[in-house]
């Protein structure tokens, strides 16, 4: 119960801050700007995975809790109760949001700027790379050393500096269903729901291969 509480709370910390900065910045005419919203972003998850990754392993997000059971570094019988926890703290962050901030329309909702397809593809691979470099640094139920913060922190907040402004730059499935179910943005919330998770999964396949990991088996087979 402790390990699902701090991913209620990791999750709630990342979607409160970092949509929070774009609400905000709605708000107050651009004042964080969009940098300072990626940074913000980037700053939270480091933040949350230092104070919750040897609680919990600093999931907070459905995406790469999967990704991490496929990768045989989290049990499969954690994965539900995991991600039940990521969705309630991100739904929790954006009903409180939502009475800080009642006028603001999506509260922080990722929707695509160009076509679904672009963005599709965008956050596949975002989070492709995100769960690379996760896969790195960082084992399914505890952190290693003292850089994995800043390395997975880094590659959030880089992703949402280029990328967000097309896609949203979501990368967790959670951080999406938050303000979408809040706000009532439900109509491509299918985008950022499948494509991150389907890219963590691939990161794992491909992670795999390159380090010689027993799941080269599977990608053979495949």
């Known amino acids: 119960m402790r390990r699902y509480i701090a ?20 708000e107050t005419n651009g004042t964080i700007s969009h940098s300072g919203i990626a940074i913000t972003f980037g700053l939270i998850v480091m933040a949350m ?31 539900i109760p995991y991600v039940i926890s990521q969705f309630l703290g991100a739904i929790l962050a954006s009903g409180l949001l939502y009475l800080l901030f009642p006028s603001n329309a999506f509260l922080g909702a990722t929707i695509p700027s160009g076509s679904n397809m672009q963005s599709f593809i965008l956050e596949f691979i975002l989070t492709f790379l995100l769960m690379l470099v996760i896969l790195s640094v960082a084992h399914g139920s505890k952190e290693q050393g003292m850089f994995a913060g800043i390395a997975i922190g880094s590659v959030v907040g880089l992703e949402a500096m280029f990328a967000g402004p097309i896609c949203g730059a979501s990368m967790n499935p959670a951080r ?4 979408a179910f809040v706000a009532d943005q439900m109509e491509q919330l299918w985008i950022y729901l499948l494509a991150p998770t389907l890219g963590a999964a691939v990161a794992v396949f491909i992670w795999s291969y390159l380090t010689n990991n027993k799941l080269k088996e599977k990608i053979i087979k495949l």
């Open 7 to 26: 991913e209620i709370i990791g999750t709630f910390a990342i979607v409160f801050c970092g949509t929070g900065a774009i609400i905000i910045d709605q």
């Open 49 to 79: 995975i230092y104070a919750l990754g040897s609680i919990s392993g600093a999931h907070f997000n459905p995406a790469v809790t999967i990704a991490f059971s496929i990768a045989n570094k989290f049990k499969k019988r954690e994965i």
């Open 176 to 179: 999406s269903l938050g303000p």
